[in-house]
């Protein structure tokens, strides 16, 4: 199985799963970045999900979940109880999967948009406006990569709503991120005119 084909099939795989549990979500991460700027190698994947704190549900993903994926329950129910990451493996592909319990953007999954990211595979992808907030919640964390993955956003993405993004970098503290990347993009821009 090479390695786009085993990436297609977790896609697939997790997609089907969260879709037949009604579970809002959306892919983020690399799959963004390279669906929005400059293609880039991607070994996981990042999803988004909404998801109740209600034992009940909890236990209904985990018990959908662990049929495909490597998991650990203990770690999964902490994780959506405080509202932080968890990771599953794919025992098919072994495509690591990071779930993100909650919105680091505020409405993030509101503003989803269904996509083609493959010939024949539409699924729900984060807007490219919070993409690139998402990376700059990733550069404040010290991601290099998250620099170079806005730059090609930017880049690639001559209609984006600039409004919208300053105000929300300003909500979550990222106004002199944002500033420093709009400046970096216009400057190699410029030389490369």
Known sequence: MTKDSALRESITRIHRVLTDHSIQFH???GIASTYYGEPRFTQDLDIV??????ASDIKSLISNLEKKYILDETVITDAIKHRRMFQA?????????DFYSDEKIP??????VPTE?????TVPLVSVEDAILSKLLWIKGGSEKAKRDIEG??????HLQFEYIEKTAHLL?????????????????KKAE
């Open 49 to 54: 999900l909404r998801i109740s704190c209600h």
């Open 89 to 97: 493996l794919d025992k098919s592909t072994f495509v690591k999967i």
């Open 107 to 112: 409405n993030e999954l509101s503003r989803s």
């Open 153 to 158: 956003m930017m880049r690639a993405n001559k």
């Open 27 to 29: 892919f983020t991460g």
């Open 173 to 189: 503290g990222l106004s002199n991120l944002f500033k420093e990347m709009l400046s970096q993009v216009s400057i190699d821009n």
């Open 117 to 121: 990211i493959l010939p024949g595979l």
